[in-house]
């Protein structure tokens, strides 16, 4: 069950980033994922126009792949942690199921009807972007419909989104958010 909310909920949020398209004009920062979604994402380091034909992706997070004249650079959007590892390239948004009591403790877990997820964006960039990828997962996430196996399909609401904070030992902007799923067997 928590597996069906967990898959429901990451199919939704992996709605973001837009998805590539051919001989297409990028600037440095955009993101894009490619048209058959593997949990990898692209951020434009050298902007120009994408070819006529979608490339091969690197898969190695920070490694790169060239597309027409537009130098793409390989990164994790998505992960089931709660923080971005250490060696993420940034962007970076993770998310991660909140409950109030250990995983064993639960008498039955399909007796389950809402879940707490986390969903925490990083970015090297500046507030604004951080800001503009909030925008961007509030458009995807807010007040939707998500598909959950085995359940009725329930929404999606936000319930929290925190401060812009940044740590200038490391150089990251970050914020948190909140959403609440509703499922209902």
Same mark, same amino acid.
């Not at 004009?25 to 440095?28: D, E, L, P, S």
């Not at 986390?118 to 090297?124: A, H, M, R």
């Given at each position: 069950m928590i597996t069906n909310f967990t898959t429901g909920f990451y199919t939704k949020l992996r709605l973001w980033p837009t998805t590539w398209a051919a001989t297409t004009? #990028?600037?440095?920062g955009n993101i894009v994922k490619p048209t058959t979604y593997a949990s990898h994402a692209y951020k434009c380091t050298t902007a120009g126009t994408s070819a006529s034909s979608e490339p091969t992706w690197s898969t190695t997070n920070g490694g790169t792949t060239s597309d027409g004249t537009v130098t793409w650079t390989t990164f994790d959007t998505l992960t089931y942690n709660t923080l971005?590892?250490?060696t993420a390239s940034l962007p970076y948004i993770t998310f991660g199921l909140l409950t109030d009591m250990p995983m064993g403790a639960f008498q039955d877990t399909a007796l389950f009807e809402d879940m707490t997820f #986390?969903?925490?964006?990083? &970015? &090297?960039t500046s507030v604004a972007h951080a800001l503009s990828i909030g925008d961007l997962i509030k458009t995807a996430m807010d007040n939707t419909t998500l598909t959950i196996t085995s359940y009725t399909s329930m929404r999606c609401m936000r319930e929290y989104t925190g401060n812009v904070s940044y740590n200038p030992d490391d150089k990251v902007f970050s914020i948190p958010m909140r959403y609440r799923v509703w499922g209902s067997k």
């Open positions: 004009a #990028y600037a440095v971005a590892p250490q #986390y969903v925490n964006i990083f &970015s &090297s």
